[in-house]
């Protein structure tokens, strides 16, 4: 199994950019799915999550600002961010807890940068 990040990239403060993450192989469920960030010097935080019925939570420092989506059928969440803030510079990962056969675990991507300057 592999979750494949994509999206990151420079941006200037107020601009939007929408992150995907797609988990691949032998899967035979995905529950929840989210993402995190981690900021240069910081610990890592929960920026967003999704359940596999579609309830999120969000940081606050995210909310109203931030979009959490999923496509079940494409086992892809995405994020959408809006009106972005240079303390959103972070680099960004997804996560599923995802089931196959030999059992579920907790899957990670390999993160993402996202860089938001004037």
């Known amino acids: 199994v592999q979750l494949q990040a994509s999206g990151g990239g420079l941006v200037q403060p107020g601009e939007s950019l929408r992150l995907s993450c797609a988990a691949s192989?032998?899967?035979?469920?995905?529950?929840?799915m989210g993402w995190h960030r981690q900021a240069p010097g910081k610990q890592r935080e929960l920026v967003a999550a999704?359940?596999?019925?579609?309830?999120?939570n969000y940081a606050d420092s995210v909310k109203g600002r931030f979009t959490i989506s999923r496509d079940n059928a494409k086992n892809t969440v995405y994020l959408q961010m809006n009106s972005l803030k240079p303390e959103d510079t972070a680099v960004y990962y997804c996560?599923?807890?995802?089931?196959?056969?030999?059992?579920?675990?907790?899957?990670w991507g390999q993160g993402t940068l996202v860089t938001v300057s004037s």
């Open positions: 999704i359940t596999s019925g579609g309830s999120t």
């Open positions: 192989g032998n899967i035979i469920r995905v529950s929840d």
């Open positions: 996560n599923a807890g995802i089931r196959t056969i030999l059992g579920g675990i907790d899957y």
